[in-house]
């Protein structure tokens, strides 16, 4: 009797430790018993944990719990993406660490490099920024080579999106045991050849940390796509003959004033614009300063100051310099570089139509309260200054030209007293808008 009581044991046993994986992590898999989680009831990420549950490739932990925020690991998320995918696993060396042969089958399937890491090791937390990475290559394929551009094209695939409604990345944050199942899923998602939803916010800032600007997430009318790698913000920079002063332009971002959660939004807090009204004949016969407009875009420039000697003796205090649309600007006719005078007496405080400068004074007084001193006397050797300056431009479906330009010009003051030669515009693109494309 005894005898039996012992093997029913040590089936019932069986049954429940026949999942359980012997790893550092101790985890036990629940899709052949569809195990519900007590930690997964109303989590953002339910859905998916459920999916990734039932699919295999996701373990919970021995005592009923899935730990969704719990922290992933290189080789944790590595080992996931391989069942995911049904990849075929070796078996493990003699000696060898128990994800070795994981690493070694995503090297061969080609969604991990050996040189990928350059820090930590593979017991070190996943961070956003490295699954983007693996979650673009496994999902599509792609061969990018630019570090910088993963979280941009992964964003821009739907696989990654903000982590609030201002699309926050989070990029050298360590991935969660939720994050990465949903990550997971959407590569699944896409495999089976489905187009995800995306998050314009996150698209923005990941094309901002890509290259300094996010002009073709904002404006793909005036900026299409297939321009993408002509941007080139290295050509804004500019240094004076004399050696002392210094210039980079760092950012040029456009900020959909329409939208309460773009996540540029507080840089453009306070900016004021010219507008001014003509009469038939093209006659100045008022001028207003308002704030931008609740539809209208404002794309402003940040731009570093750097002295390395004295400022000059006697030389009056300037701005810095600035980066700007240049092709007759935007308005509601193609190529009409009369839009200031044929559209004016239609526009408001609350309507804009074409192109707007920021008010100087205002420029002045903005860039002072953010630190910069715009006093000769006061600009410190050594220490790095930033100038921000904006235009407004009109909202919807609008024109430039048949060809679109932005330029960088530096500090003008000083260029033209430092006895700088030549065309002191710089050209970071040149590109042909496609008018078939919404900016919306």
Partial sequence: MKKKIAILALAAATVLTSNILVSKSETVKAAASKVTFSDIGGHWAEQAISGAIQKGYVDGYPDGSFKPEGQVTRAEFIKMVDNALHISIASAGAGDAWYIPYINAAATSGFHQRSDFTSGDWNTPMSRKEMARVALRSATGDKNTEDQKWMYLATKAGLITGLDDTGTLGEDQSTTRAQSVTIIERILSIKSGQMLSTDKHAISRAEVAWHGTNIFTMWPRYFPSNFEEYFDLSKGKWDAPDGRYHEKLLEFIVVDMEDMNDPF???????????????????????????????????????????????????????GGSARVFSGGIGPTKGDYNNWKNFSSKESDTNVLFTKTQVGQNIVDLNVAKGNPHDPTKYQIGKEYYWYAANLYPKGDMFADSWIEITYTPNIYYFKNSGATGNSGISLIHATPDYSISNQ
């Fill in 265 to 319: 939004r507080t840089n453009v807090a306070g900016m004021k614009f010219t507008f001014r009204k003509f009469d038939d004949a093209g006659k100045l016969i008022k001028t207003d300063t308002y704030n931008a407009p609740t539809k209208s875009y404002v794309a402003f420039s940040k731009v570093s100051q750097l002295f390395t000697d004295s400022y000059p003796a006697g030389w009056y205090s300037s701005e």
